[in-house]
């Protein structure tokens, strides 16, 4: 299985977060997509509009709309890669909650992520699949143009406030720019034309934990070490990373990782206890531009409702044993009430939903490939038992 690892700290206890109320909703009117090194570049462009179509109910039965949402851009007809190697170090993350110019928005989550389902969806719509008892209609709800992510639309709102940290993401980008960590991008094949056209890329995925002194420059002078999970035989750099794409491709000057051959894992942290987050059905894509500045990316996909349950039980348990068992009940009915798409990355009426779509940005500079791999450290163990 190949695994991806992003940490970011929320510093919330999890019954705060979850089980004393938080709310969901639509997260209001899409949000500003101006200018900034905080958040995705989507290309191409989209146009700012609410989710498509009239506010009316629609026949179960009826075709899917064809006005599509936000996707990666195809494939170029031709270009062939160079045999340069460039790694690209996370230098900032965007969760959601701010919109491109880094200002806190209940809407920006509408501008993150890509259009997984092929739909663009409204409050109204029936023909998608069936929301989880109690949850609101306006779960369903799309962001700009059909981007799909009930990730920062329902989810991290609640973090939020339990946490009391209003920018999350600024506050997760600060601690990667001190150098607790990161997560590195190497690329085979790129050149050094901003509107390059090629096929034939390849491009595998490093996580990285504290740097080894000082802060990073997030230059070529950066060479920040692998951890021993990130490889292929938990030692060597040249063994190669557990997520590779074998069929990347850039297209006028955005690079496309293509399918990957298994799923993207990335790790949140919620009072200092890891929760792997598993993304199937996964696209990492950033804008290549020039070496000297940020790269501006995004991940998109779909999380599988009851893998996140398993593993946030264990998280309950590890901030408090008090939320194993039937404790942890509420939590879980919290979480299925943000289903919002079937977790093969499709959308079909009369079908319950059993996932969650996600969608992140981050932007990246270009800094030395790795040569180290350091050890990581265990998994915690699970206070609930089995």
Same mark, same amino acid.
């Not at 958040?39 to 075709?63: E, H, N, T």
């Not at 981007?147 to 980008?173: F, K, M, Q, R, Y």
């Not at 996909?301 to 593993?311: R, S």
């Not at 039980?313 to 939320?323: E, F, H, K, P, R």
């Given at each position: 299985?190949?695994?991806?690892?992003?940490?970011?700290?929320?510093?919330?206890?999890?019954?705060?977060?979850?089980?004393?109320?938080?709310?969901?909703?639509?997260?209001?009117?899409?949000?500003?997509?101006?200018?900034?090194?905080?958040?995705?570049?989507?290309?191409?462009?989209?146009?700012?509009?609410?989710?498509?179509?009239?506010?009316?109910?629609?026949?179960?039965?009826?075709?899917?709309?064809?006005?599509?949402?936000?996707?990666?851009?195809?494939?170029?007809?031709?270009?062939?890669?160079?045999?340069?190697?460039?790694?690209?170090?996370?230098?900032?993350?965007?969760?959601?909650?701010?919109?491109?110019?880094?200002?806190?928005?209940?809407?920006?989550?509408?501008?993150?992520?890509?259009?997984?389902?092929?739909?663009?969806?409204?409050?109204?719509?029936?023909?998608?699949?069936?929301?989880?008892?109690?949850?609101?209609?306006?779960?369903?709800?799309? &962001?700009?143009?059909?981007?799909?992510?009930?990730? %920062?639309?329902?989810? #991290? =709102? /609640?973090?939020?406030?339990? +946490?009391? *940290?209003?920018?999350?993401?600024?506050?997760?980008?600060?601690?990667?720019?001190?150098?607790?960590?990161?997560?590195?991008?190497?690329?085979?094949?790129?050149?050094?034309?901003?509107?390059?056209?090629?096929?034939?890329?390849?491009?595998?995925?490093?996580?990285?934990?504290?740097?080894?002194?000082?802060?990073?420059?997030?230059?070529?002078?950066?060479?920040?070490?692998?951890?021993?999970?990130?490889?292929?035989?938990?030692?060597?750099?040249?063994?190669?990373?557990?997520?590779?794409?074998?069929?990347?491709?850039?297209?006028?000057?955005?690079?496309?990782?293509?399918?990957?051959? &298994?799923?993207?894992?990335?790790?949140?942290?919620? %009072?200092?206890?890891? #929760? =792997? /987050?598993?993304?199937?059905? +996964?696209? *990492?894509?950033?804008?290549?531009?020039?070496?000297?500045?940020?790269?501006?990316?995004?991940?998109?996909?779909?999380?599988?409702?009851?893998?996140?349950?398993?593993?946030?039980?264990?998280?309950?348990?590890?901030?408090?044993?008090?939320?194993?068992?039937?404790?942890?009940?509420?939590?879980?009915?919290?979480?299925?009430?943000?289903?919002?798409?079937?977790?093969?990355?499709?959308?079909?009426?009369?079908?319950?939903?059993?996932?969650?779509?996600?969608?992140?940005?981050?932007?990246?500079?270009?800094?030395?490939?790795?040569?180290?791999?350091?050890?990581?450290?265990?998994?915690?163990?699970?206070?609930?038992?089995?």
């Amino acid at each position: 299985m190949n695994k991806l690892f992003l940490f970011v700290t929320v510093g919330a206890a999890l019954c705060a977060a979850y089980a004393c109320g938080g709310q969901t909703g639509d997260g209001g009117d899409a949000g500003d997509a101006g200018g900034g090194d905080v958040a995705v570049d989507v290309k191409p462009d989209v146009s700012q509009k609410d989710g498509g179509g009239p506010d009316v109910a629609q026949d179960a039965d009826a075709a899917p709309p064809t006005d599509a949402g936000p996707t990666p851009p195809p494939p170029p007809d031709g270009g062939a890669p160079t045999s340069n190697v460039l790694t690209f170090a996370i230098q900032t993350v965007s969760l959601g909650e701010a919109d491109r110019a880094g200002t806190p928005s209940p809407s920006a989550w509408k501008n993150y992520g890509y259009d997984v389902d092929g739909l663009v969806t409204t409050s109204s719509d029936t023909n998608v699949c069936t929301l989880h008892t109690g949850a609101p209609k306006a779960n369903q709800a799309d &962001g700009t143009g059909g981007i799909d992510n009930a990730w %920062g639309a329902v989810l #991290l =709102p /609640i973090l939020e406030t339990a +946490a009391s *940290l209003p920018t999350p993401s600024a506050t997760e980008s600060a601690a990667i720019d001190s150098g607790i960590w990161t997560m590195q991008i190497q690329v085979t094949g790129l050149s050094d034309d901003p509107q390059q056209n090629a096929l034939g890329l390849s491009s595998q995925i490093f996580l990285s934990g504290q740097y080894p002194s000082g802060t990073p420059a997030f230059d070529m002078t950066t060479d920040w070490p692998v951890l021993s999970t990130s490889v292929v035989d938990g030692q060597t750099i040249a063994s190669g990373s557990t997520v590779k794409f074998a069929s990347s491709y850039v297209s006028n000057g955005t690079f496309v990782s293509g399918a990957g051959p &298994g799923v993207l894992v990335f790790t949140l942290s919620f %009072g200092g206890a890891a #929760l =792997p /987050i598993t993304i199937h059905d +996964a696209v *990492l894509t950033f804008d290549h531009v020039d070496h000297a500045d940020a790269a501006d990316g995004t991940i998109s996909g779909v999380i599988d409702t009851q893998e996140f349950i398993d593993t946030m039980q264990v998280v309950a348990g590890t901030i408090s044993q008090s939320l194993c068992g039937s404790a942890f009940d509420g939590i879980a009915e919290q979480l299925r009430q943000a289903q919002d798409i079937l977790q093969d990355g499709t959308n079909t009426a009369g079908v319950s939903c059993d996932g969650i779509s996600i969608g992140l940005g981050f932007t990246a500079k270009l800094v030395a490939n790795p040569t180290t791999v350091v050890q990581a450290p265990p998994p915690p163990p699970n206070p609930c038992g089995d």
